[in-house]
């Protein structure tokens, strides 16, 4: 069983930057490849950023790539980072442990921390 709890959301201003957490109660944490995901207001959710076990590979979606990074430390810890916010950035962000085989499924979910970026 694996436990995700994500911090760091918040109400922003456009132009802003902003660094997420997620925490993983396991007891062997890079054994498992980890991914953020978001759903905006009214919308499915939607990929964000995926990196690999050892954090030797990492990949974004197109529309976030150039502001989003997504890295790992070696304990227990997955990190966003999000520069120039945008209004559109707004969602519920979610982060994910344990990739189902090369799909966009995961196991475990944790509960989101929501981010709200004013205009």
């Known amino acids: 069983q694996v436990r995700l709890q994500e911090s760091g959301g918040g109400l922003v201003q456009a132009g802003d930057s902003l660094s997420l957490s997620c925490v993983a109660s396991?007891?062997?944490?890079?054994?498992?490849?980890m991914a953020w995901f978001r759903r905006p207001p009214g919308k499915e959710r939607e990929f964000v950023a995926a990196?690999?076990?050892?954090?030797?590979?990492a990949d974004a979606a197109d529309s976030v790539k150039d502001r989003f990074a997504i890295s790992r430390d070696y304990v227990n810890t997955l990190y966003l980072e999000i520069h120039h916010l945008r209004p559109e950035d707004t969602a519920v962000y979610y982060c994910?442990?344990?990739?189902?085989?090369?799909?966009?499924?995961?196991?475990?979910w944790g509960q989101g921390t929501q981010v709200t970026v004013s205009s």
């Open positions: 994910a442990a344990d990739r189902v085989g090369t799909s966009s499924e995961y196991n475990y």
């Open positions: 396991v007891r062997t944490f890079n054994i498992y490849d």
């Open positions: 990196i690999s076990k050892n954090g030797g590979d």
